[in-house]
C-alpha cells in the first residue's frame, strides 16, 4: 500500500477517535482507546485488545499497524455509538452494571458476555452490518461530522448510563 494511503488511513483513524463515543474503550470505558478490534469494528483499550485476542477476535494497534482501505472503511460504517446499538441492544445497567476499567476479571467476563454468550445482541442488526458491502476505498472523511451532536448517532439512554456510569466511578 502506497504510503499516501496509509498516511489518509492514519488521519481518517484519528478522525474517529476524536468523535465523543470513540473517546472510550467500547469495552471497559477507559479513555483514549488505542486499539481497533476488527470483528465488532470498535475502539477499545490495550487491556481489551488482549481479552479480545484470547478469543481469537482480530485487533490492530492504531499507532502500530498498517490499515487496509477495506478495513477503514469499516470503522467508518462501525464504531463504538453503532457498536452499542447492536452488541449492547439489550443491556441496562440494572441486568449488569458495567465493569470499573481497573478491574480486569469483570471486564474479562463482561467480554465475555457480550461476545461469547451474546447476552445483549441485536442478532438482526449484527447480521445487517456483516452483510454490508467492505467498499475497497474511503468513502467519507469524518472531520466534517465533528462539529454534530454525538447524541444524534449513540443511543441516549445507554449514552447516559455508560457515562454516567464512567464519571460517577472513580477507578
Ligand atoms: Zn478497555
Redesign the pocket.
Known sequence: MSRKVNERNLRTLRDLLKLHENRY?F??G?TLPSYANLFTYTF??E??SGFHRELSHRVKSISASIFTPAEISALVSGGNAKATRIWLAKWTAKDYPLPA?GDLDL?KEFIRQKYVRRRWVDEGLLASQSQAPKVSHVLISTSDNLSSPCESAFPLSILASYLNYISTNTF
Open positions: 474503550c469495552d471497559c477507559s477499545i483499550c487491556k481489551c476499567h471486564v
